[in-house]
Nanobody
Framework: VQLQASGGGLVQAGGSLRLSCAASGRTFSNYNMGWFRQAPGNEREFVAAISWSGGSTYYADSVKGRFTISRDNAKNTVYLQMNSLKPEDTAVYYC?????????????????????WGQGTQVTVSS
């Protein structure tokens, strides 16, 4: 499956952005999906994950209550709504697809669980 992330940009602290990740090539609903981010000099960090049906979600503590992951299987797209953004949210954000489907749990936080990755979209939050 090919993944194309978009929606990044420059926003002031406290603002909002919505990232999108469009999938093509294979049946989108056959995959759990995740969002990760990577800031310069840091390792790739888990942000959020959603099950194939959208019925199960999992979040990093750092974004819980501020970010919301969702998906539209009819549009082959997963979203990340980011509210109350902070400067420490600045990073390149990546979407990823996991062929293992079912309820998402702590395993979804590990990059090695994912089989396909998008190219990333830059999010910059100014203070």
């Amino acid at each position: 499956v090919q993944l194309q992330a978009s929606g990044g940009g420059l926003v002031q602290a406290g603002g909002s952005l919505r990232l999108s990740c469009a999938a093509s090539g294979r049946t989108f609903s056959n995959y759990n999906m995740g969002w990760f981010r990577q800031a310069p000099g840091n390792e790739r960090e888990f942000v959020a994950a959603i099950s194939w049906s959208g019925g199960s979600t999992y979040y990093a503590d750092s974004v819980k209550g501020r970010f919301t992951i969702s998906r539209d299987n009819a549009k082959n797209t997963v979203y990340l709504q980011m509210n109350s953004l902070k400067p420490e949210d600045t990073a390149v954000y990546y979407c990823a697809a996991d062929r293992r489907i079912g309820r998402v749990d702590k395993r979804a936080t590990m990059p090695a669980e994912y089989d396909y990755w998008g190219q990333g979209t830059q999010v910059t939050v100014s203070s």
